[in-house]
């Protein structure tokens, strides 16, 4: 198979391609007349591209990593040939020992393994190619938990209220605080509720406290990597007093109590049969307590043991025990006390079984 050679021919702007058969590929290049109009073969120069960084939207603003995190950058950017990419950090080179870059045909890559707070700062990409350059800067922001708030104290205790006051942090981790946790302990349990979260002043009142406690408080900073590692305690403790009471109580007459015997409910006059054991029944009020005596036709029946007389809570009682035909008559319960006395009345009829 013949061979067949292809002749790329400039003419202006435009490029043509032409095929030469072997015939002419046979006959000797000639340089054309002065008068000749046929077009010169040439080689075309190497095409150039100035060089471009596109910068991705995530980069365009504060770059915020916390510190022992990775900073991993990739910027990709454009160039014929091949452009030369170097990094700058605020102006200086890197440090090599702990910023690693690698550059490629289309894309530059700047890595940290454990960021710094030292690393912040603004991180310039130049993409030369001869005398064109294209640069682009990354803000780099590396933040930790802020130092804690000084000079916390207890300014004043009333009732069941507290003021606190404390100076903002020395350190406040390289970003911009959101603001203090406030915290107190009573000293019976010793655990810690958080009572202000996210409080942006540099003093407070903390009220509801209980009566009878003391209390002690502290104070967190916190920023987005969150709250302080410790936190200062105030010194003295707020005590919450109970506030003296005095009673004062109306004067009243004293009330006399005392009467003489009265009874209530007299005795009932009743029929009985013989042999089987019957109570009578009767109640009495009297203060103080009185004395009961029952009488059998005037006769004093105590101590005798066919009798049996109880008195509880002013009801006075009387057992006859298997009565006889001689045990009916009149009955009579007579209250006696210091004031006075009484009595009252009843007839037992003793019948006997048919």
Known sequence: MEAVRVLEVASGP??????????????????????????????????????????????????I????????LLIPFQGRPTPRATWT??????????????????????????????????????????AQEATATVDILVIERPGPPQNIKLVEVWGSSAALEWTPPEDTGNAALLGYTVQKADTK?????????????????ISNLIVG??????????????????????????????????????????RDFSEAPKFTQPLADCAIVTGYDTQLFCCVRASPKPKIVWLKNKMDVCGNPKYRALTRLGICSLEIRK????????????????????????????????
């Open 89 to 130: 950090h605020n102006g200086c080179a890197l440090d090599a020992s702990h910023v690693s870059v690698r550059n490629g045909e289309q894309d530059s890559i700047l890595f940290i393994r454990e960021a710094r707070r030292a690393d912040s700062g603004h991180y310039q990409l130049s993409v030369q190619l001869g």
């Open 213 to 254: 406690n003391s209390y002690a408080f502290r104070v967190f900073a916190e920023n987005q990597c969150g709250l302080s590692a410790t936190a200062p305690v105030t010194a003295d403790l707020a005590h919450i007093q109970k506030a003296a009471t005095v009673y004062k109580t109306k004067g009243f007459a004293q």
């Open 14 to 63: 435009t490029l043509k391609v032409k095929e030469a058969s072997p015939a002419d590929a046979e006959e000797p290049q000639t340089s054309p007349g002065p008068g000749s109009s046929s077009p010169i073969p040439q080689l075309l120069a190497p095409l150039e591209e100035h060089p471009k960084i596109w910068l991705p939207r995530a980069l365009r603003q504060t770059y």
């Open 323 to 354: 009565p006889g035909p001689f045990d009916g008559g009149i009955y009579t319960c007579k209250a006696v006390n210091p004031l006075g006395e009484a009595s009252v009345d009843c007839r037992v009829e003793v019948m006997a079984l048919p």
């Open 189 to 205: 349990s010793g655990l810690w509720f958080t009572v202000r979260e996210r409080y942006h002043r540099t003093n407070c009142i």
């Open 65 to 72: 990593r916390k510190v022992g995190e990775t900073v991993n």
